[in-house]
């Protein structure tokens, strides 16, 4: 069964860093693209960036560029949403998402990760 | 960047009625767009991707349809278990994003 499991629940200070992980298993992990993807309280859905975990080749949203680091470790399937300095409207759920691409085009998000619950306050 | 916009917000469906989303973009995407349900506490879940083509396992009642700028979401017979928020996305040009959602209620 293909499957992204994320890390858990998070609480946070404002200025503290984090970074929280999903572990992907049941499909050959390097070979999709996989992002993140932000709802805060109440709110629509708004997509963070993706990557390639074999080359590491990113895309973010302008919008997240700088704000957050996304990264992935082939060897252990797992891909990584990081902070350097949180804020408290850093708060939401945050999910992994597999995206589906065939022949250099992109469809759509085909896996998603549970979700993991960042909660930024002081 | 590409903005989407959906309408209605918010609808009221009787079980078995006929429903009908819209998403429409700001530029041409042809035919990136994906269609989500999310039901509440859960992630989403993809129903339709490159406009028109279900997803493995989604129930034959949902539909989608449109190119370019205006793309729809039908459900033939809606079900009590298709009470969720309904999302748009483009996948044309990074970066991907969604629309406001449509949350159904039954």
């Known amino acids: 069964e293909v499957q992204l499991v994320q890390s858990g629940a998070e609480v946070k200070k404002p200025g503290e860093s984090l970074k929280i992980s999903c572990k992907g298993s049941?499909?050959?992990?390097?070979?999709?693209?996989i992002g993140w993807v932000r709802q805060m309280p109440g709110k629509d859905l708004e997509w963070l960036g993706i990557?390639?975990?074999?080359?590491?080749?990113?895309i973010y949203s302008p919008s997240f560029q700088g704000q957050v680091t996304i990264s992935a470790d082939r060897s252990i399937s797992t891909a990584y949403l990081q902070w350097s300095t949180l804020k408290a409207s850093d708060t939401a759920i945050y999910y992994c998402a597999r995206h589906l691409r065939r022949g250099g085009d992109f469809y759509g998000i085909d896996v998603w990760g549970q979700g993991t619950t960042v909660t930024v306050s002081s | 960047d590409i903005q989407l916009t959906q309408s209605p917000s918010f609808l009221s469906a009787s079980v078995g009625d006929r429903v009908t989303i819209t998403c429409r973009a700001t530029q041409d995407i042809r035919s990136y767009l994906a269609w989500y349900q999310q039901k509440s506490g859960t992630a989403p879940k993809l129903l339709i991707y490159a406009a028109t083509t279900l997803q493995n396992g989604v129930p034959s009642r949902f539909s989608g349809s449109g190119s370019r700028t205006e793309f729809t979401l039908t459900i033939s017979s809606v079900q009590p278990e298709d009470v969720a928020t309904y999302y748009c996305q483009h996948l044309n040009s990074s970066p991907f994003t969604f629309g406001p959602g449509t949350k159904v209620d039954i």
């Open positions: 990557i390639y975990p074999d080359d590491s080749d990113t």
């Open positions: 049941g499909y050959a992990f390097g070979t999709y693209w």
